[in-house]
């Protein structure tokens, strides 16, 4: 015969059952507080952290946040974001990196239950580049990590805020001998892949002022040594040979680094040339060769910057260059028409002047011995013209007026001439065709 147990004993053994199914936390079924007791206790112990914490006594505070943290999640945004302040200010004042274990736990679980990973990793990023600041590699390396990891997942989203931390603690690393050039130059590369093409779309302030952040901890940090600056755009211009930005911030990155001899700086500058003729790049393209010796392509390439160019004194300049290449070739009359129009278009430049007297000094205007030493007259009033002007050129010019002074005509030569006294006007013919004055060669 079948036992019957007493109702009251079958009504307190499926309570006993079904108890543990009713009272799960919320870390157990995913919901934000846990049920009965459990989400009493969830929200009590809320309740109480929060009292704590507004008192900014976070030790009593942790003691209630830390049920909550490990036994409902889900339960408040504010749970996470007041956990991460906690330890932050907890690491701040003992320097025990237990804390920040505690820190990175907190926000891997923002993470699970709140999603935004990038921008999590970038919050993260910031607060462990913050406590990084004395040198600590451990905690740079740690904060670079979570900066590269929210690159990665917010891509060109990426807050320009972050771009700029990015790269400040690439340059800690190289400066700390972590990173090498490459690295850093590569990172470089990263973040203006991502701010440049924003930039171009819709030219924010704010991706504008990060972009020239970044350009300047770069350009200051030292890490943009020609090697590394070559060997990284080489393939980024064989990529992209048509795209202008890219190869100005290429033109600009190498003069920064004193890299305009390079076969990278020669390519760049031609290419930006061929698809946007312009002052600039025909003086960079002109500059270049000049260096390099290749007179004939700079005299083109300046002549192309002055025809372009509506600066006067960038024009002046470019005159200038091609005067001084004239008179590398000996063809000094061109050099001195040359210089002519680079002081009609600057007067205070000196070394225009200085060119006329150079392309002056031992021409031979006849057949007449005196009329040739006459010329020395008139190169000398340009040397004294280009120091008077610029004060800068009186070393050099000085040692040409002396050389020159010293094969002036003598007294007897001048009187064999009719001339009898210095400072009298004196024509000089030929193609100098100037009117000078009369000066007696010192004799011992």
Not at 120 to 138: H, K, P, T, V, Y
Not at 153 to 162: A, H, K, S
Not at 273 to 278: G, I, L, T, V
Request: charged share 25%; hydrophobic share 35%.
């Amino acid at each position: 015969m079948r036992s019957i147990l007493p109702k009251t004993l079958t009504l307190l053994f499926l309570f006993l059952v079904t108890l543990p199914l009713s009272a799960q936390k919320g870390i157990e079924d995913g919901s934000k507080f846990g049920h009965n007791e459990d989400s009493v206790n969830c929200r009590k112990n809320l309740s109480l952290y929060r009292t704590y914490y507004d008192q900014e006594n976070f030790e009593m505070a942790l003691d209630f946040w830390r049920p909550v943290f490990f036994e409902c999640p889900a339960s408040s945004a504010n749970l996470h974001l007041h956990g991460i302040t906690m330890f932050k200010t907890l690491y701040a004042q003992t320097s025990d990196k237990a804390y920040i274990d505690s820190m990175n736990m907190v926000y891997d679980a923002r993470i699970k239950y709140f999603g935004r990973e990038g921008y999590n990793e970038a919050r993260r990023g910031m607060d462990l580049w913050s406590f990084g600041q004395n040198g600590d590699i451990d905690l740079l390396q740690e904060s670079f990590n979570s900066f590269e990891k929210a690159l990665e997942l917010d891509g060109r989203n990426t807050d320009p805020n972050t771009l700029t931390l990015f790269m400040g603690v690439t340059q800690k690393l190289f400066d700390l001998g972590v990173f090498n050039n490459g690295d850093v130059i590569t990172n470089y590369g990263k973040v203006m892949d991502i701010i440049e093409p924003r930039i171009a779309a819709a030219s924010k302030a704010t991706d504008i002022a990060a972009r020239d952040n970044i350009d300047m901890i770069f350009k200051a940090g030292g890490a943009a040594d020609c090697d590394g600056l070559i060997n990284y755009f080489s393939g980024k211009i064989k990529e992209s040979p048509d795209d202008t930005e890219l190869l100005k911030k290429v033109l600009s990155l190498l003069d920064d680094a004193a890299c305009t001899e390079s076969d990278l700086y020669f390519a760049a500058a031609e290419s930006l040339y061929e698809h946007e003729k312009s002052a600039t790049s025909a003086a960079h393209l002109a500059q270049m060769n000049f260096d390099r010796g290749q007179m004939n392509r700079a005299e083109h390439y300046f002549k192309e910057a002055i025809s372009l160019e509506e600066e006067t004194t960038r024009k002046s300049s470019y005159y200038t260059k091609l005067a001084a290449i004239r008179l590398n070739d000996k063809d000094n009359r061109a050099a001195r028409d040359y210089a002519r129009q680079a002081i009609e278009l600057n007067p205070a430049s000196g070394t225009p002047y200085m060119i006329i007297g150079n392309a002056y000094a031992g021409v031979k205007v006849s057949d007449d011995e005196f009329e040739n030493q006459a010329v020395y007259w008139v190169a000398v009033d340009y040397f004294q013209k280009a120091k008077q002007v610029d004060p800068s050129l009186t070393s050099n010019v000085s040692e040409y007026i002396s050389i020159y002074s010293g094969i002036f005509p003598t007294k007897t030569e001048c009187f064999f001439r009719s001339i009898t006294e210095e400072g009298a006007p004196y024509k000089v013919g030929g193609w100098i065709n100037e009117t000078t004055t009369v000066r007696f060669r010192k004799e011992s």
